[in-house]
């Protein structure tokens, strides 16, 4: 079992910056990879970011590449997602997951969930 627990949405405007903040706890190995997700609303939940916990390997969405960063903190067991630029559609609920699957870049191979956390950006 892994537990996540995201902190930091809020709202902003356009052009601005958050930090969101994803707790991990429980069972982590050394091929788990921690995602970044997002729902809008009337939509399908799509895939932002993903990092491997222990190589650190990451891979973005296109939607998101050079604007978004994700890294990890392995003594705080903290995965974080730095958004710049943000757009008014990057407005949704943000979610982060877990997975031990070599496939890391879809949401029907993560297994654990965080609760969300709202991202809201005025235009």
Not at 35 to 48: C, D, I, S, T
Request: include cysteine; aromatic fraction near 12%; charge should be positive.
């Amino acid at each position: 079992q892994v537990q996540l627990v995201e902190s930091g949405g809020g709202l902003v405007q356009t052009g601005g910056s958050l930090r969101l903040s994803c707790a991990v706890s429980g069972r982590t190995f050394s091929g788990t990879a921690i995602g970044w997700f997002r729902q809008a609303p009337g939509k399908e939940r799509e895939f932002v970011a993903t990092i491997r916990w222990s190589s650190g390997g990451v891979a973005y969405a296109d939607a998101v590449k050079g604007r978004f960063s994700i890294s990890r903190d392995n003594a705080k067991d903290t995965v974080y997602l730095q958004m710049n630029s943000l757009k008014y559609e990057d407005t949704a609920v943000y979610y982060c997951a877990a997975t031990h699957s070599l496939q890391a870049t879809t949401v029907r191979t993560y297994n654990y969930w965080g609760q969300g956390t709202q991202v809201t950006v005025a235009s």
